[in-house]
Each structure stands twice: as C-alpha cells, then as structure tokens.
C-alpha cells in the first residue's frame, strides 16, 4: 500500500520514519512549507511537496493526514479531487470520522496513536494503543494491518468517535495537565535555585506506582492525608502567585472529593 | 549507630527494610498500634513497642521521627526525657528543623527522602535524593553517612528549611496534583468503558520526556496549540462535572500564561 503523508509535525514526524522502517512504503510528505516537507521527506527517504495540499501526489492508495484540527475538513475538502478513491485517515483524538463525509470524501478512516509526540524523540510505536474506525467495514482490515506493522494486536482497538473523545480528554487530564503539574513544580524549584531534575526519581516512582496500583490508591501528600497544616502553610506560601494558589486550593479540594467517593 | 523508629506509616515502611538491609542496626519501631509496629518490626527484625511513645526504647543513639505532621511537636515534648543526648530526625517536607528546639530538644535533624512512599512497592532509595539539615554541624556528617549507606554522594543534598518547603510543594505539585490529573483520567475513561491501563505508555513517555526536555518545552495539547475548537468541545463534555470543568479551564490556562513568559 502506498502511503503519503500531509502534514509534517509532530506526530507525522514521528509516525511516517516508523511506517517506513516497518517496510511500508511512504511515497510523499507534503507540507504547507518546503522546509518541513523536506525535512521529514529527508529522514523518510521519499519525495517532498508542498504548496498548496492539491499539489500533494495522486499516487497513493491511502493519505495519513495528520494537521492542525481547525484545518481538517478544508484539507479533506482539497484534497478529494482526483483522489476519490483513496482512503483517508486522520490521527485526531477529538474528531468524528464523519468529517470525511461531510467533506465529500467516501472512504474516511480514523488512525489515533494514544502518545504524546516531540519532535525531539523517537516514540517506541511497540507501546502505543492505536484506537481505529473506518467509513467502510472493509477499510478496517487495511488499517489494522497497518498498526501492526507498529505494534501488538493487544494494543489495536476498535473505537467509535464518541469513545475517543473521552481517550482525548482523559489524555489531556493525565499527559498534559500532569506535565503542566511539572512546569509548575520547575517554577516553584526556581525560588530556591534547586534544579528540576531532583524531581525525576519522584515522577519515575509515580508512574511507576501507576502500573501497579489505581491512582486513586497511589495518591498521596498534604490534601490525601487531609493534613491542614501543611495545605495553610502551602497556600500561605503562594499569596504572591493567585493563579496557582487557586489550582493548589482546587486540586487539593478534588483530591479530597474524590477520596470521599 | 542504633537506630529506632518512631511511626510505622509509608515513609518507616520503607525506610527501615532499606537501612537494615544496608547493615544499619536499627534495634525497634515503635508505633501507636501493635498492629502496625509489630507488622513492621517483624519485616525489619527488631523489636516493637507501642502506646505512649514514651514507651519507645531509651537506648537507641538516634531516633527517626516519622509521624503525622501535626503529631510531632508533641511527640518529640514526650520522647525528650531521657533521652535527651540522642539525635532525633525527622522526615517531614514541610516542617522546619526549629521544631527540635522549641519542644525543648538540643540535636535535632531533618532527613528528608524526596519520593512518594507506599507500603504496597518497595522504593528503591538508590535513585532517590535525600536533604539533610542538622542543628549541630557536627552531627551532619553522622546523617550524611547514614544517606550514603542507600544512595549516591550526589544525590545527598545540605538544604536550609526554607529551600526544603518549597522543595516540598514543588513535588506535591508535580507527583499529588499529577497523580490526581490520572485519577479524573480514570474517572472519564469509566465513562466510555476503558481501561486507565491503555494511558500508561502516555504517562510512561511523558516522563520519559522529562528526563530530556524541561517540562515547559516538551508541553503538548489543545492548551498549548491554542486548539479553542478542541478546547471548547472538552469544556463542553464536562457540562455535568462542573468541578472537572473549572479545573479543566483552570489548568488550560495556566499552560497558555507560562507559555507566554
């Protein structure tokens, strides 16, 4: 099957290297600059287009889409002429698979990888759930196939939109807003000039302690202890900063809530 | 050196095993309960005492204080006679090493292992960092070479009470609050009928990323993309936990004003 790519960010930048290593063909990334169409061309070994999405190949069987969400259906929108036949996917954990049809495109499919991707690191697809949908029952096989060139049956589910719309947002709630947590915790470091990584041994057990336990179980601290003390001392300590002392007040509060649950 | 414990909770769960393991004599765990001191002191091979802490042995030459915060100023007033030329540390983030004084007791110390203690996984304390304070200088080097019998010289750090709270509340921001972000994940994931477990690669990789990227740069999401269709629909899907949404929106734009510094 051969497969382009539109879009180059990080998810693609990530996605379409491992497709490729797993011996698929990759033809094409397109981008909407040549800089990064190239650049991700480069590291695939395929050709590069860019411009406006019609320039895009024609050639290929199935169109990984993988670009801004605001984007999306404009993108479907250009690039179904002279490529009706062709299957298109998109990786959005927030979108239905019906903007395929809305757009006017027939076989619309849905290949969401559940992973948080940089441009600076390798993802390991080998621990990635895919969540996937098809328009057409028959596009399912082609899809399923292509994730497990990347990774274990176990790890390939059947979703429908609405259930991976909970995915999207439980994976914001854990990922982002737990990483933004640490962003946080590197600011406050800072008033004591003590630096970030002190803290990795703690985020290493956190997670690790995820494997093994609920988190509801694994929660600890001031707020799951219900020590007061400590929570007045710590809400003292940020007088000068409102906006976190109303997320430690918040959080602290959800932590107790759910405890009495 | 002799060693007893006062407290039996998560932290001398872990602690104790470890420093006896590493050749340390540590000769009794006392706790309120029987149940609790026994069960420990058995898994260190050690005697137990329990009720009045009073009752805690009078021949150890250093005392390890691991109670509720609230608990302590009271507990070290009854363990002071005595024992009055034996070293008390306690383990407490928050707490500042004056406690000792102020209840009457000349060699106080603080020895804090930055981590999060459960009593259901052993932690290894060979990746975890300890910050130590002492009120006589000399009796550093006695709290130093205890550190060094679980982990490595530069994972031992001298800090001040007042770098040690905010030390604190930087971790109960990165691991509570981050551990909490996992629970509401939980919570909406039981609405669509999945598992948390498909989330852990995320949450293994998120911190895998912050091995290698602050955490402000290797920040992803709807937040951080300024994604408001995305935003907006995720608000929307928590209309009936209005707990989950101002939390939502809280942290959304707590991401959005650190990435405009």
Redo the contacts between chains.
Sequence with gaps: MRIAFIGAG?LATNLAPALKVAGVQVMEVWSKTQASAEALAARVGCNASWGQVERATQDAEMYIISV???ALPEVIRHLHEGRENALFAHTAG?LPLSLFRDAGHERGAVFYP?????K??A?DFG???FFLETSREEDFELLKSLAERLTTPAQI?HSTS??R?????????????????????????A??S?D?R???????????????????E????????R?E??MG??RA??TDRP??Q???T??S???Q??DQL
Tied chains: 1, 2.
């Design positions: 990080r801004k969400d605001t927030s559940l992973q948080t991707f940089s600076e690191r993802v621990a990635v759930h589910h609405a259930t719309r909970w995915l999207h947002l439980a994976a914001v709630f854990a990922c982002n807003f737990g990483n933004h947590c640490c962003t946080v915790a590197d600011d406050l470091l008033e004591a003590v970030f002190v803290l990795l041994p703690l985020m290493d057990e956190m997670v690790a302690k995820l494997h093994q336990l609920p988190p509801r694994a929660q600890t601290g001031p707020a799951a202890r020590d003390n400590v001392m710590q300590m940020l906006d976190l109303q997320l430690y918040l959080l509060n959800s932590i809530q759910y």
